[in-house]
T-cell receptor, first 110, second 118 residues
């Protein structure tokens, strides 16, 4: 079945710097790759997603890139702000469900 | 309601007790998922419903775990004879279309039910 690996597990950046989180997946049939943000004690919320027919997608300070050949995708956050501090999860589709990575705790220091 | 609602938010059970966790999805959402999230980990898939039909239960860790959605809306996850390893946050998510994420993409999560087994 699908396996999703995510790294780094923790990431600390200075406010204003960029942050990059990377994920790899195993199932070449996967065709949908969302990213969820989870603040402490809160529910995961979708921040951006990409489908396999697109190589890159951008929404303001957030972008996601997908390399289907290498089976990896990345989340890029530019001009980070303290409110970006949270745990970020990547996921890949497997049939009708999503398989999640283990998460990256991002800390943005003022 | 405006979002996915789960209850109870917190549950403490003694080992061996049975527990029932409730999920009230967004009205009209066809797909419903249960995930288990251990401390510091990502959500792990448990089971998936399309309306009242349980189409995938491959993630349920043992036959002590049982889920139902009898009328295609509210769902209950039941854990019998709880063990310490069952301690986790149980997340419910719903999606508008059939076949999970395929039609609309987004899964809407509830706040979760945190189960602690002593």
């Amino acid at each position: 079945g699908e396996n999703v690996e995510q790294h780094p597990s923790t990431l600390s950046v200075q406010e204003g710097d960029s942050a990059v989180i990377k994920c790899t997946y195993s199932d070449s049939a996967s065709n949908y790759f969302p990213w969820y943000k989870q603040e402490l004690g809160k529910r995961p919320q979708l921040i951006i997603d990409i489908r396999s027919n697109v190589g890159e997608k951008k929404d303001q300070r957030i972008a996601v890139t997908l390399n289907k050949t290498a089976k990896h995708f990345s989340l890029h956050i530019t001009e980070t702000q303290p409110e970006d501090s949270a745990v970020y999860f990547c996921a890949a589709s497997a049939g009708d469900k999503l398989i999640f990575g283990t998460g990256t705790r991002l800390q943005v220091f003022p | 309601g405006a979002g996915v609602s789960q209850s109870p938010r917190y549950k403490v059970a003694k080992r061996g007790q049975d527990v029932a966790l409730r999920c009230d999805p967004i009205s009209g959402h066809v797909s419903l998922f249960w995930y288990q999230q251990a401390l510091g980990q990502g959500p792990e898939f448990l089971t998936y419903f399309q309306n009242e039909a349980q189409l995938d239960k491959s993630g349920l860790p043992s036959d002590r775990f049982f889920a139902e959605r009898p009328e295609g809306s509210v769902s209950t996850l039941k854990i019998q004879r709880t063990q310490q390893e069952d301690s986790a946050v149980y997340l419910c998510a719903s999606s508008l279309g059939a076949r999970g994420y395929r039609n609309t993409g987004e899964l809407f999560f509830g706040e979760g039910s945190r189960l602690t087994v002593l």
